[in-house]
């Protein structure tokens, strides 16, 4: 990997890269662990996540929402099975980029967690400055996704002007976002095979007893 071509010059555009790959293993190597192993011990099991795991068990295929994609002559959405059936069993990697399957309830506790600046119910996963730096706007000089990244961002539907990039999330940069007006800075998005949540993260707190779903 080390000795691969950049796809732009350093400094000079924005584009997906394999970077949160790469920690994954790092992780691995300084636990000494496999990474479904520290994800489970360090971030699922102290934030009540037991719905998400890198695989779902026979037992459970029956509560998998069914994948979609658009059929190429029509336009109209089919079911997308053969990657569906691939969270019913173990990943050949356990990338630190994605692949995790999980619930619409655990996705939201997590960023709950982010929202509140790395604490949830008393456990606390990151430090707040931690997250506010990983959810500031990294791109050069304060630039947006429609002027300096690469047509290949696919957090959304529509156009990037105002969103910039940070480490790992992306959000608002001067106000709004595609037309939609959001305070600078204050949203996040994350993503789970082309969705978002949007979360202000200095916003009321979100209140209420967990439950889990299917």
Avoid: K
């Avoid at 959810?135 to 910039?164: K, Q, V, Y």
């Amino acid at each position: 990997m080390g000795r691969s071509a950049a796809v732009v010059p350093t400094g000079r555009g924005w584009n997906y890269g394999v970077s949160t790959d790469v920690l994954g293993r790092v992780v691995e190597v300084v636990t000494g662990q496999p990474l479904d192993q520290v994800f489970a011990e360090c971030i699922f099991a102290p934030l009540g996540m037991s719905d998400t795991s890198w695989s779902v068990e026979p037992a459970g295929a029956q509560r998998l929402a069914a994948l979609c994609a658009p059929n190429p002559q029509t336009g109209q959405a089919v079911r997308f099975d053969s990657i569906g059936r691939l969270a019913l069993s173990p990943p050949e990697c356990l990338s630190g980029g994605g692949g995790l399957i999980s619930t619409a309830a655990d996705y939201h506790w997590f960023i709950e967690l982010l929202r509140r600046g790395g604490e949830l119910d008393g456990v606390r996963l990151l430090g707040n400055r931690t997250v506010a730096y990983m959810t500031r706007n990294h791109l050069p000089g304060g630039a947006d996704l429609e002027a300096f990244g690469r047509p290949l961002f696919a957090d959304t539907t529509f156009d990037f002007d105002g969103m910039g990039f940070g480490l790992g999330f992306s959000g608002a940069c001067d106000g709004s976002v595609g037309g939609f007006r959001l305070r600078r800075g204050r949203a996040v998005v994350g993503t789970c095979r082309r969705g978002r949540a949007w979360r202000e993260l200095r916003g009321p707190r979100v209140s209420g007893t967990r439950r889990r779903c299917g």
